[in-house]
């Protein structure tokens, strides 16, 4: 496994990433996809950092999975965690858990001292919630009804040492 910054070739695979996870509406991809395009056409801006986990054993290499994350605007040390997602065929294998490593040691790196994470309640959503939970985040706050009714804003939180 090899996680490399992205590329314009990765585009699509990402964007089918998305798409196979079953959890994001169309909106929702084209916003995750807007930030890769971002990120490429703009890198030097900083404000969104996309990385890819390939698989580097195969004769063509494959994304199996993808990061975006970005330091928070007006804050000393404070990150984002924007888009997460691997291959639905390739979860429960600890790609997930590799990627958020690689951020948060990114995040180290950059001197920041903490990395958040937000995200919905949605039922389809508690595999996630749980995820970020077992990696040591915790849940600082909660707005109800945030996203539509009956679908609340999660925010979670991990403080990184240096």
């Not at 395009?37 to 890198?43: G, I």
């Not at 199996?64 to 979860?91: M, N």
């Not at 009956?150 to 979670?156: I, L, N, R, S």
């Amino acid at each position: 496994m090899k996680i490399r910054p992205a590329q314009s070739k990765d585009r699509d695979r990402i964007r089918d990433i998305l798409i196979a996870t079953a959890r994001f509406t169309d909106d929702e991809v084209r916003c995750a996809v807007d930030l890769v395009d971002q990120a490429l056409t703009h890198p030097e801006r900083g404000e969104y950092i996309v990385h890819v986990l390939e698989e580097r054993d195969e004769a063509k290499p494959t994304v199996k999975g993808y990061v975006c994350f970005g330091a928070t605007p007006l804050t000393d040390g404070v990150f984002d965690l924007y888009w997460i997602a691997v291959d639905p065929k390739q979860q429960g294998q600890g790609f997930g858990q590799l990627l958020l490593r690689f951020v948060e040691n990114e995040v180290r790196r950059s001197r920041g001292r903490m990395l958040l994470i937000e995200t919905s309640s949605k039922e389809s959503y508690a595999p996630t919630l749980r995820f970020y939970q077992r990696s040591g985040y915790d849940e600082i706050s909660r707005i109800k009804d945030f996203y539509r009714v009956e679908d609340d804003k999660v925010v979670f939180c991990k403080k990184l040492s240096p």
